[in-house]
């Protein structure tokens, strides 16, 4: 497409240096993958480090070092990383589950049966996000205390499920309207229950939003540290907390630091960058197409 | 169409409740109990430490909340961290996405890594720029500055809020650079190249065809962002701990050392009360902004 119209652009403006759609590719072909590599580099240099010794990763920035596994090796057996590991993905993937059962009816009946009300219901949801954790912090403390919540899975499973529950309702209702209604319509016709046209009709057919859905909720979860550092200590911490505690001095071993974190953000960064397209319609509810 | 949406409104009137139910009910207790309470002891003597001293202070807690000078230099900081870092990744953004926009060899891989940062949890980037960018001696930044022969920065001393920008920037510039690249794929390719036929530059056709293109979706960057920029938290924790003195405390990192380091609840709940109230005038013009987007 953009081909087509390039001599045209490029006759226009012959004068320029960038006239040569050659050139002008070539400057546009370095310019982005420079500022895509400044972009990545930290990203980039935590692997790297990941894989050097404790006395490489100190030394002067090098990219020729040989490339070992110990720090990798060294994080597994001490510190029981695994069980961090554990937590985040049960918390993430428990509270994902949790939000988008409470979340399915729900953005059903608003796509599906839409009255005066709803638009200021998804609007009401969304204002909940707008309240600051911080502000609600020494209640939310207290009363997992008081229920003995404070460093549990399922604590913070409530926690993250209520935080993505209004994302997921207007992200499920973004897809939710996309699908055509006669389909709906039919199965109604026929006697299909509201039940039944949920779970024969409506999930098969949305089933790759009610995917990336999931898959946003799970990111977020994953990275979530404000409620996982205040409401964990030990027993419950997810990786979010477990690399924090690298903060202190004595944590200060950059490979180990950098192979922990890799190993922390690898399978958010890889389902990041399958679901980005989706995303980006949840995350602006439908707004930016 | 319209006959099928009468009836469902009749008999959808119990159904849109009962299906709702769950959703509303559990949102509706998840901010009126801690909103409740947090005003509540907002208006309490209630020190975790002092558990004999309690009772009732009227707006004590308020009193010395705000004859503090700490809750000013939070505030302020929170608005200049807030500020600008929406101000780079905006700009930053835009301009980014008209890059990755153009055509060039490798566009797909290259766009990937650009958006990388915003999957990498708070935690991790923190550390990574700690420890790995900015540290004072073995930073690769101190390492580059060195290489030109210049005087390495000790970033988190020298300017530790700039460094906290610096992070959080790098972090949401790719969330901005996501949401408006896809903005610009529904860009009139017919309308662009109908300007440029009137002899348009490229610098006429940015301003006058793809910012208005891009108007709503700006609007969304900086609602979502000023959602999680106001309580921006795990950066500071784990690289300053709001210091050096108070240079980095936000009103977040600010409760937090009150609540759980100073165990003052009733100071705690009024710095929370007043993070709420920050965040409703915020909330008040963004969620307009955002119903008026929805509109159209």
Redesign the interface.
């Known amino acids: 497409m953009t081909s087509s119209r390039t001599p045209l652009s490029g006759a226009k403006a012959s004068s320029s240096p960038l006239a040569s759609p050659q050139v002008r590719k070539l400057v546009l072909t370095v310019l982005g993958w420079t500022v895509a590599c400044v972009i990545f580099f930290p990203i980039f240099w935590m692997v790297l480090t990941g894989f050097k010794t404790e006395a490489d990763a100190i030394a002067d920035p090098s990219l020729i070092f040989s490339p070992t596994l110990e720090s990798y090796q060294a994080v597994q057996a001490r510190s029981g990383y695994a069980r961090f590991a554990l937590n985040s993905v049960v918390i993430a993937f428990g509270s994902t589950l949790l939000a988008l059962l409470i979340a399915i009816p729900s953005a059903y009946s608003m796509a599906f049966l839409p009255t005066k009300r709803t638009k200021g219901t998804l609007l009401w949801m969304l204002s909940t996000k707008m309240l600051p954790p911080v502000g609600v912090l020494v209640p939310i403390y207290l009363i997992f205390r008081d229920l003995g919540l404070l460093d549990t899975r399922t604590g913070l499973i409530i926690v993250y499920t209520l935080m993505n529950l209004p994302i997921v309702v207007w992200m499920l209702y973004t897809f939710f309207k996309d699908m055509p209604k006669d389909i709906l319509e039919a199965g109604r016709m026929d006697g299909a229950s509201t039940l039944q046209e949920v779970l024969y009709l409506l999930m098969p057919l949305t089933l790759p939003g009610i995917a990336s859905t999931g898959l946003l909720a799970v990111i977020l979860s994953w990275n979530e540290a404000f409620w996982s550092l205040n409401l964990t200590s030990s027993n419950a911490a997810p990786l979010t907390a477990y690399i924090a505690s690298f903060s202190s001095p004595e944590g200060l071993f950059w490979a180990k630091l950098s192979a922990a974190s890799t190993m922390a953000i690898a399978p958010i960064l890889i389902l990041g960058w399958m679901t980005q397209k989706q995303m980006v319609r949840g995350l602006t509810f439908g707004a930016v197409k | 169409?319209n006959k099928?949406r009468a009836s469902?409104?009749t008999v959808?009137?119990l159904?849109?409740l009962s299906?709702?139910a769950?959703?509303?009910t559990?949102?509706l207790v998840?901010?009126l109990?801690?909103?409740g309470?947090?005003l509540w002891?907002s208006l309490q003597r209630y020190n975790l430490l002092m558990p004999g001293m309690t009772g009732f202070a009227g707006l004590e807690n308020y009193e010395y909340l705000f004859t503090d000078p700490a809750l000013w230099s939070a505030m302020g900081t929170t608005l200049l961290l807030v500020g600008w870092v929406l101000v780079i990744t905006v700009v930053g953004g835009t301009l980014?996405a008209v890059?990755?926009q153009?055509?060039?060899?490798?566009?797909g891989?290259?766009?990937?890594?650009?958006?990388?940062?915003?999957?990498?949890?708070?935690?991790?980037?923190?550390?990574?720029?700690?420890?790995?960018?900015m540290h004072p001696s073995?930073g690769?930044l101190s390492?580059v500055a060195e290489t030109f022969g210049l005087p390495a920065v000790d970033w988190f001393s020298s300017l530790p809020l700039t460094s906290i920008i610096i992070i959080v920037a790098?972090q949401w510039?790719?969330f901005a650079l996501?949401?408006l690249l896809?903005?610009m794929q529904?860009l009139d390719?017919d309308q662009v190249?109908a300007a440029?036929m009137d002899g348009a530059g490229p610098v006429a056709i940015f301003f006058f065809i793809t910012l208005p293109h891009l108007k709503?979706?700006i609007s969304?960057v900086i609602m979502?962002e000023m959602?999680f920029l106001?309580?921006i938290?795990?950066e500071i924790?784990?690289?300053t701990s709001g210091g050096p003195g108070l240079a980095t405390t936000n009103?977040?990192y600010l409760?937090?050392i009150q609540?759980?380091l100073n165990f003052d609840?009733g100071m705690?709940?009024a710095?929370?009360?007043v993070?709420?109230i920050?965040?409703?005038i915020?909330?008040i013009f963004?969620?307009r902004m955002?119903?008026r987007?929805?509109e159209d």
């Open positions: 169409m099928t469902g409104r959808g009137g159904r849109t299906l709702q769950p959703a509303v559990l949102l998840w901010m109990v801690p909103l309470m947090t002891f980014l890059l990755f153009q055509d060039f060899a490798g566009r891989i290259a766009r990937v890594l650009a958006i990388s940062p915003f999957f990498v949890m708070p935690t991790v980037s923190a550390l990574v720029w700690k420890n790995m960018m073995n690769v390492w790098w510039l790719p996501l949401i896809t903005a529904s390719d190249e440029r709503r979706a969304v979502i959602i106001l309580t938290f795990a924790f784990v690289t009103l977040a409760i937090y609540a759980l609840v705690a709940s710095g929370g009360v993070a709420i920050l965040a409703n915020v909330a963004l969620v955002v119903a987007n929805l």
